[in-house]
């Protein structure tokens, strides 16, 4: 579902440039990020965890410093919590009442389609912002307690799609081949509610990261002049 929306936008783009003759540019794109867990008591006692994600990107200009971009990332977030053993619930686990250092991490796939509007900033439009949401599928969780992967089948306890807001801002570096390369800091801040089942308190599960983007765009209609030329 979310390739063939993707693959939409992209026919979309597609024939708005056809009409409007104006520059655009595939990319691929990768980075790390650090993703975060809000919403009730305990999630908001783990920490942010680092991983990464990569995909694709397309760009559309519809004026010198005004373009819209559609992305398609694999992302992985992990947030991890730790915890003194004396805490720790299996009463037959040899580290129990040891004080050993419990440490609860958590792995959430994710592909995400990224709608942005993005703005160019400065002398050859070196700088620029975004703005814009996404829709992510769920693919899979998984819990790793202590190194031990968790065997349950958690993926039914999430709900198969996450939206929210992107905002980001960074910069880019024109080649002589009129490809460019450039670098983001993005937010993506999740609205939706993650769980199917109840959380403690009656609160909710959302999830959040800041993510470091490097993205390589090739120049579709090199024969055209542009902004970014």
């Not at 559309?60 to 005004?66: G, Q, R, T, V, Y």
């Not at 992302?75 to 686990?93: M, Q, Y």
């Not at 198969?160 to 002589?176: A, S, V, Y």
């Not at 983007?213 to 579709?220: A, R």
Request: charged fraction near 20%; hydrophobic fraction near 35%; aromatic fraction near 14%.
């Amino acid at each position: 579902m979310l390739l063939k929306t993707f693959l939409k936008t992209i026919l979309l783009f597609s024939s708005l440039f056809s009409f409007s003759q104006n520059d655009s540019f595939l990319g691929i794109q990768a980075g790390p990020n650090l993703s975060f867990i809000r919403g009730n008591i305990e999630a908001n006692s783990n920490n942010g965890g680092v991983a990464f994600s990569f995909g694709s990107s397309y760009e559309l200009f519809l004026k010198d410093n005004f373009s819209l971009i559609a992305n398609i990332n694999y992302s992985k977030n992990n947030v991890r919590r730790s915890f003194s053993s004396i805490g720790w619930l299996d009463l037959t686990d040899p580290t129990f009442g040891n004080g050993k250092k419990v440490v609860i991490k958590n792995n959430f796939k994710y592909l995400d389609l990224i709608l942005l509007s993005r703005i160019y900033l400065g002398n050859g439009n070196k700088f620029f912002i975004n703005t814009g949401g996404f829709l992510s599928k769920f693919i899979n969780h998984t819990e790793i307690a202590d190194g031990h992967t968790n065997r349950t089948d958690t993926n039914r306890y999430f709900r198969d799609f996450n939206t929210g807001i992107t905002l980001g801002f960074g910069t880019n570096f024109q080649l002589k081949n009129l490809n460019k390369i450039s670098l983001e800091l993005r937010a993506n801040h999740g609205f939706t509610n993650i769980s199917k089942i109840q959380m403690i308190d009656d609160g909710k599960l959302k999830i959040s990261s800041l993510n470091l983007i490097i993205n390589y765009s090739f120049k579709l209609n090199k024969n055209t002049e542009g902004s970014t030329k």
